[in-house]
């Protein structure tokens, strides 16, 4: 199947500093990508909907201002947390839309002390 | 689309087949069943998808009921590496339409 990586898979950083995700894909082009975030021993929740060329669609709770998103190529999507707290530690987990079914990066774990 | 409920957790012994079921039974005509699995501090991965006639692929086999009312994903040989959340998804087949993901069963292959 397509291939989506994800980097870095791991990260720590102080409060108030700022983290950038990338996710790509590697063998495809994706005018859509989704950015997911998963508590633990919770689900997946999606935060917002990336579309090459346009501004990301949040969804309801999620602020904007705080996760940068960025789609400026078919090939690559950013998620920035802003002034990242302890609250925002989590897993964040990219995926790429296919023709029929989504490619799932291999996530994130972000860590904010 | 369509919610699905399926059982928190299951165990099956190594190299037996693990038979998942999954209830949608407010399934729409034009959504298709998806099965992902997450293996722990993974991201998902995608097993299986069908519409109504039952699939087969290296990975798995699903099984969807006439009414299309429920289906079971079947592992026909677990390994320890099966170990995961598997997540049954009926959404429809559009491009650039997400997935929404429930609380899954959570999968245990025991030695």
């Known amino acids: 199947g397509a291939v989506v990586s994800q980097h870095p898979s791991r990260v720590i950083c102080k409060s108030g500093t700022s983290v950038k995700i990338e996710c790509r894909s590697l063998?495809?082009?994706?005018?859509?990508m989704f950015w997911y975030r998963q508590f633990p021993k919770q689900s997946l929740m999606l935060m917002a909907t990336?579309?090459?060329?346009?501004?990301?669609?949040?969804e309801q709770g999620v602020e904007k201002d705080k996760f940068l998103i960025n789609h400026a190529s078919l090939t690559l999507s950013t998620l920035t947390v802003t002034s990242a707290h302890p609250e925002d530690s989590s897993f964040y987990i990219c995926?790429?839309?296919?023709?029929?079914?989504?490619?799932f990066g291999q996530g994130t774990r972000l860590t904010v002390v | 689309d369509a919610k699905t409920t399926q059982p928190p957790s299951m165990d099956c012994a190594e190299g037996r087949a693990a038979n998942l079921p999954c209830n949608h039974s407010?399934?729409?005509?034009?959504?298709?069943v998806y099965w992902y699995r997450q293996i722990h501090s993974q991201g998902p991965q995608y097993i299986i998808h069908?519409?109504?006639n039952n699939e087969t692929n290296e990975m798995a086999s699903l099984i969807i009921t006439e009414d299309r009312k429920s289906s079971t994903l079947i592992l026909p040989h677990a390994t320890l590496r099966d170990t995961a959340v598997y997540y049954c998804?009926?959404?429809?087949?559009?491009?650039?339409?997400?997935?929404?993901f429930g609380p899954g069963t959570r999968l245990s292959v025991l030695p």
């Open positions: 990336s579309n090459e060329g346009s501004k990301a669609t949040y």
């Open positions: 063998d495809f082009q994706a005018t859509t």
């Open positions: 069908g519409l109504k």
């Open positions: 995926s790429a839309a296919g023709n029929t079914e989504a490619f």
């Open positions: 407010t399934i729409s005509g034009n959504e298709y």
């Open positions: 998804i009926v959404r429809v087949d559009n491009y650039g339409q997400n997935f929404v």
